[in-house]
């Protein structure tokens, strides 16, 4: 008991250990939403959505830290006041480097604790280029990102398990993405992603590529914070990932945006981090209430020119 209520207080000090961070950042400095080219904005303020990329990318020699966390379920059967509604529980978490090469053509690594449904201990790298940005020349902002992870997760010795990999190249999956964005005057941006996830190992009740269109939206409520909304719903082959085991991953969440860093605290029944983790691996139902809290803190580094 004694333990358990020393891990509650740990989790609990490091949420709002993070939320002091932004705080701090919030109070030197405060950056607008535009870019350095005249009047055309940025159609979202992160590289990331909630769960998904959006249609931005690092300034060129920017480096950002970042850091996405998950706890367990608020509500139902894993949730509720017994386990602090989901403080108690970490359903995954994401430490990240990444890297703006030119304005338009960013890399990130990154690793995950992963959900253990199926995978733990992931490693993952993308590569990210906008086509198109929002302008005089162009209606909407075009971006390409392509991207895969790794397990080195110690593989289960029964062979009906989906982490038992056979072989090496099993433990690799594989995603790539086209994020189509719009910005439509000071405090409206949208977002359609269609995105193929391919996993070279999958159950019986599976499939190795999964197509799925993604929707997302962003309304500005002042020049730091917005809300946002996301969802993803994936396209399954006829008699494979049934319904009341798969689900579609949604959220919300509030965005705090200031000079150099980012903060965003989210609701998702989305558990792991990633494409190849959330799209096809998404399990819990937000009307059983198994959402969670979740937060994305990041900070950017600016290399100058000598």
């Given at each position: 008991m004694l333990h358990q209520t020393i891990q509650m207080k740990a989790?609990?000090?490091?949420?709002?250990?993070?939320?002091?961070?932004?705080?701090?950042?919030?109070?030197?400095?405060?950056?607008?939403?535009?870019?350095?080219?005249?009047?055309?904005?940025?159609?979202?303020?992160?590289?990331r959505i909630i769960c998904g990329h959006s249609v931005e990318t690092l300034p060129a020699r920017t480096m950002e830290f970042r850091i996405e966390h998950r706890f367990g379920d608020m509500f139902g059967t894993n949730g509720g006041v017994q386990n602090m509604f989901g403080f108690d529980n970490l359903a995954d978490i994401r430490i990240a480097l990444e890297y703006g090469i030119t304005n338009d053509l960013m890399i990130g690594f990154g690793?995950?604790?992963?959900?253990?449904?199926?995978?733990?201990?992931?490693?993952?790298?993308f590569v990210k280029y906008r086509i198109l940005k929002q302008g005089k020349k162009s209606p909407m902002s075009l971006t390409g990102i392509a991207g895969?992870?790794?397990?080195?997760m110690t593989a289960s010795s029964d062979i009906s398990q989906v982490n038992h990999f056979p072989k090496v190249s099993h433990?690799?999956?594989?995603?790539?993405?086209?994020?189509?964005?719009?910005?439509?005057?000071?405090r409206l941006s949208v977002a359609i992603m269609p995105t193929l996830v391919h996993s070279n190992y999958v159950a019986a009740n599976d499939q190795n590529d999964l197509f799925s269109v993604g929707a997302a939206a962003r309304f500005k409520l002042t020049g730091s914070f917005a809300l946002i909304a996301e969802y993803y719903h994936p396209f399954a082959s006829k008699g494979l990932r049934p319904n009341d085991v798969y689900k579609k991953s949604i959220g919300i969440a509030l965005e705090w945006y200031t000079f150099g860093h980012s903060f965003t605290i989210n609701l998702t029944n989305a558990q792991g981090i990633g494409e190849t983790q959330f799209i096809p691996y998404t399990t819990s139902d937000w009307l059983k209430g198994q959402f969670r809290l979740g937060f994305c803190v990041g900070r950017k580094f600016t290399f100058e020119n000598e």
């Open positions: 989790k609990i000090t490091y949420f709002l250990l993070m939320l002091m961070l932004s705080l701090k950042f919030y109070a030197q400095h405060e950056e607008t939403e535009y870019s350095d080219e005249p009047f055309e904005p940025k159609t979202f303020s992160s590289t690793r995950a604790k992963g959900t253990g449904s199926p995978y733990r201990s992931l490693l993952d790298g895969s992870t790794f397990t080195y433990r690799f999956a594989y995603f790539t993405q086209l994020n189509i964005a719009r910005r439509f005057g000071d």
